[in-house]
Structures are given as C-alpha cells and as structure tokens.
C-alpha cells in the first residue's frame, strides 16, 4: 500500500508494476465496463484501503462499488489452519443462510460475521444495496415438490440406492432436508436393514443449523415405541449429547429392558463423547453387557480412553469367562491402538507375534478412520472400507488376492475361534468382495454360521448366499437354514438384519417355504415381516426392470 493506494498484487506479480493492479484501476474498469450493481470482497492485508473505490465523486457520479474488506486500512488480514479466517468466516455464513433458506445479502452476511465474533472486517456498503440478495434462495414451494420426489424415489429404489439417497441427501440445502426429515411419511418409512437405518440416522445427524428442529426430531424419535426409530435417532443425535434433554433419553435407553441395538449405539456414543463414568461402567456390565463375552469385549473396546475403568472391566472379564487368556490377548490389542493405555503389558501379544507373526498382524491393524464430510464421501467410504470402526478389512483384502486358498481356511479358523466380532465380520466381508468361492473355505464359513453373534451369522449368510449355485458349496445353505436360532434381543442387537439376510437368501436361492418357520423362531413380529417383505419386493422390482 502506498499513500492510502491499495495495490493488489497477483501470483506472477514483480513487486513493481508487473502482475498488480491498483484499487482505482479495479474501480474505473468497473464503472466503465460494468452493468448493475458490484459487491468487492477483498481478503488481503490492509484491504480496508480500498474504500476508496467505493466513493462518490459527485452527484453526477454515483458509485456502484460497494466494499466487503477482511480488515481495515491499517491492519493485516488473519490466516487460518487451511482458509484465511475471513475467508472461512465468509464461506460458514453463506452456507449457513443457504442451508436455512434465508436469503443471501450483504446484510445478513456481516451479521453472521459479528455472530461468529469476527471483529476485524470492514464493510463500506451504498444505500439500498445492503438487503439486495446476492444469490438464489430456496422456494418453499419447491422445497414440498422435492419431499414428495424424495420419497418416490426411496420407494421405488433397491437396499443400495436407498442408503445413497439419505447420504446425497445430507449434501442437499438444510432446509430441504429438514422438510423431508419432518414429513409424516419418515414416520412411516421401516428400514430393516442396519445400513439404511444409519444413513437416515447420517442424514438427521447433518443438520448443524436448525437445531431445535433437529432436536424435536430426534426426540419424537427416541421416544418413539420402535426400536427402529430409536436407533435412527440415536444415530442422528449423537453430536447433540450438550443438550440435557437429548442426553438423558440417550442415559435412559441403557436400561436393560431396552433392545441390545440402541442400547449398544447409546453406549458407543456416550462412550466417545466421554460421558459415562465410573458407576456407569459397572452398572452396564453387570445389567447386560456383562452377560455375553461379546459384550464384555464391547465395553473394554468402548472403556479404552478410561484406564480405571478398562481394568475394572478386564478383571471382571476374567474372573466371569473361562476365556481368560483370549481377554488379556483382547485387552492388549486395544491397548496398542490407545494413547491412554499405552503402557499396559503384553506379554500375550508378545508371544502371540513370536508363535504367530501373520495372525497378530491381522488383530492390530485395526484402526478407526475418518469416514469424510460429505453424504457422497460417507457413502463412498462405506462401500470401499466397510462398516465396522476397527477396519481391519485393509490386511485381509492384500490377504484375499495374494494368498492361496489353503493359507486363508487355516486363517478362517483362528478368526472363528477368537472372539472379536469386527474381525470376524471384516474377514467374511472380505470373502464377498472378493468374491472367493473355495470348497475349503466354505467348509469353514459353516462355522461361523453358529456364531453367538448374530452379525456374524448375517454375514456367513450372505456370503452363503453367493455361493450358492456352486454344487459343491450348495450344501451350506441348509446348514443355513438349520442353524438358524433364536436371538436374544436384550443381550445381542442385530435379530432383523439376521432375518432379513435368510430371507434374501430363501428367495434368491429357493426354500421360502421354511420362511414360516425362521420367523417364528426369530420372533419376527408382524410389523417387522411387513418390512423385510416390502424391502424385497421393491428389490426383484427393481432388478426385474
């Protein structure tokens, strides 16, 4: 800046003459080639200098420049991590008025930027202009068009497409998605799939601006008397636990008369919010989770940034299970991926690399990784990495296309033998995208098809499923069917998803006849048949057309 000049310097810029611009020259080509009205936001040093450019001469020369500057004409602009903070602040504000369908003025931009307590911006703006909107706004009209376009297409779209819907739909402007979220027809709509019940969850838990609506939302849903909802509204809420309100429904669905599926998602994300403590561990251990080993393991995985809690909770494991050794193997494990157990011992993992480098390698790997912003990138990551937050799927992929058939059943039977669900889970995933159809490998899916868990046994089916038109793996689908058992609800989450695979896999490769008899064993309530029969019918609709 010279002389209260502002110069704007581009990227091939000298520092002399060459690549830079003066404010005045900016202005004059404005006026001279310009029509209507301009807005100039500048994010640069001293860019508060370029008020100039937004003068008046006279009466016979009005100016249509108005100034939105990141700091004064003394002062310098403020960098940020990636954006300059006024940059950042800027793009928040517009976001944050497209998304509530509020129209974008220059007004209501500094507004925001005061809200969010960026004071340093210097704003010249001409009479009349302030409340002139910038850009689009969303027509409530159309809005009603969209909801009603939403569900069509939700109805008559397949288990894949349905879950893509609800994450693009996070993408869409906020108040669009609230309108679908409040329509009547979300009450109605029955997802049994745990797929498309957490990308409806995903698409409530994408509202960040109209919060009360979100939360009105998310408690009718909580509240409501199907387990289903509470679980979309768990997973829409999980980011809303500085609510009181939220926060205790989340509390209450601890209690052991509730469903092991939300009572297992509130634990999980009162746990990663860092709200359960002391007490609470022990109570949860001993009212459910204590009850399975697959729970125990659950609350030392959740317990793992807790270290007093994490060895009560093992010392309970051990003295309860015959397993002991298996715990302390499993204790370890999550301590290795923790920063705050870090200096636990581990000797059964020491040994366990020593006896059996390749086996340990594949049990710490698992990590959490980030599933990205978008409804686009969650998606995206969901079909590439899985579903489970300890991806261990990257080792058995590299495992999948390089290893012979023999190595991976000798595999498949240390993985059914240890009991970890997400290893188990991660390993017949790996089986389907990979699409590996051996006779030796099949002969030891039949034993996770006995399972406790019924994820597990989910997935053993569905890899049945796919193999199933190989005459020398047929066999499995009666084992299928013949190990279908009762689930209880309180102890283990997943009874519908389990239901649901066994009928794909009746209707797909014949036997729907014995469906009477898997629903009555399953417990499948009238309510729940009435899904899973609506899903797949939607589903031969769509790959019949």
């Excluded at 497409?161 to 009547?184: N, T």
Aim: contains cysteine.
């Amino acid at each position: 800046m010279d002389k209260d000049h502002l110069s704007i310097h581009f990227k091939d810029s000298d520092g002399k003459s060459h690549g830079s611009l003066l404010i005045g020259e900016i202005a004059l080509a404005i006026h001279k080639h310009g029509r209507g009205e301009f807005l100039l936001v500048l994010d640069c040093c001293y860019a508060g200098a370029a008020a100039s450019a937004t003068a008046s001469s006279s009466v016979y020369f009005q100016s249509k420049i108005s100034l939105l500057a990141a700091c004064r004409s003394d002062q310098r602009a403020l960098p940020g991590d990636r954006l300059s903070l006024f940059t950042a602040a800027i793009i928040k504000s517009i976001d944050t008025l497209v998304d509530t369908g509020q129209q974008v003025t220059i007004k209501a931009i500094t507004e925001h930027l005061k809200a969010d307590k960026y004071d340093n911006y210097f704003a010249s703006i001409r009479d009349g202009i302030a409340n002139l909107d910038l850009g689009p706004g969303i027509n409530l009209e159309d809005s009603a068009s969209y909801v009603s376009e939403v569900y069509t297409a939700l109805r008559n779209s397949g288990s894949a497409e349905r879950s893509v819907i609800w994450y693009m739909l996070a993408d869409a402007p906020e108040v669009r998605r609230i309108r679908v979220l409040q329509d009547p027809r979300f009450s109605e709509y029955i997802e049994p799939v745990w797929l498309g019940r957490r990308a409806m969850g995903s698409c409530l838990d994408s509202v960040t601006h109209s919060k009360r609506a979100k939360i009105d939302i998310a408690s009718r849903l909580l509240r409501s008397q199907s387990w289903i909802d509470n679980c979309v509204g768990l997973i829409g809420a999980r980011h809303n636990l500085d609510d009181a309100g939220i926060l205790e429904i989340f509390k209450n669905h601890l209690d052991p008369s509730f469903p092991m599926d939300s009572k297992w998602l509130s634990a999980l994300y009162l746990s990663d919010a860092k709200l359960l403590k002391g007490q609470e561990w022990v109570d949860l251990y001993d009212t459910s989770f204590g009850k399975t080993l697959w729970g125990a393991f659950e609350l030392l995985a959740m317990a793992a940034d807790d270290e007093e809690a994490f060895g009560d909770l093992r010392a309970r494991a051990i003295n309860d299970y015959s397993a002991a050794a298996q715990i302390d193997l499993f204790s370890e494990i999550i301590a290795s991926r923790s920063a705050t157990l870090k200096t636990l011992d581990a000797p059964h993992l020491s040994a366990l690399k020593k006896s059996d480098k390749d086996f340990a390698e594949l049990l710490t790997v698992g990590v959490r990784l980030r599933t990205g912003r978008t409804g686009s990138e969650k998606w995206l990551f969901s079909k590439m990495k899985g579903n489970w937050r300890n991806q261990y799927q990257h080792s058995f992929d590299n495992m999948f296309r390089f290893r012979h058939d023999i190595y991976i059943s000798q595999i498949a039977e240390k993985v059914v033998a240890f009991p970890d669900s997400a290893l188990k889970l991660a390993f017949l995933d790996g089986l389907q995208k990979q699409r590996i159809k051996s006779e030796k490998i099949a002969a030891s899916v039949s034993k996770f098809l006995k399972d406790d868990h019924p994820w597990v046994r989910r997935e053993a089916v569905r890899y049945v499923t796919l193999i199933a038109n190989d005459p020398s793996t047929r066999y499995l689908v009666e084992d299928a069917i013949g190990s279908a058992q009762a689930v209880d609800s309180l102890l283990y989450p997943g009874r519908l998803d389990y239901a649901t695979v066994l009928y794909e896999m009746l209707l797909q490769v014949g036997g729907l006849e014995k469906w009477g008899e898997i629903k009555k064993t399953l417990e499948v309530s009238s309510f729940e048949e009435e899904a899973i029969t609506c899903f797949f019918s939607r589903e031969r609709l769509i790959t019949s057309t």
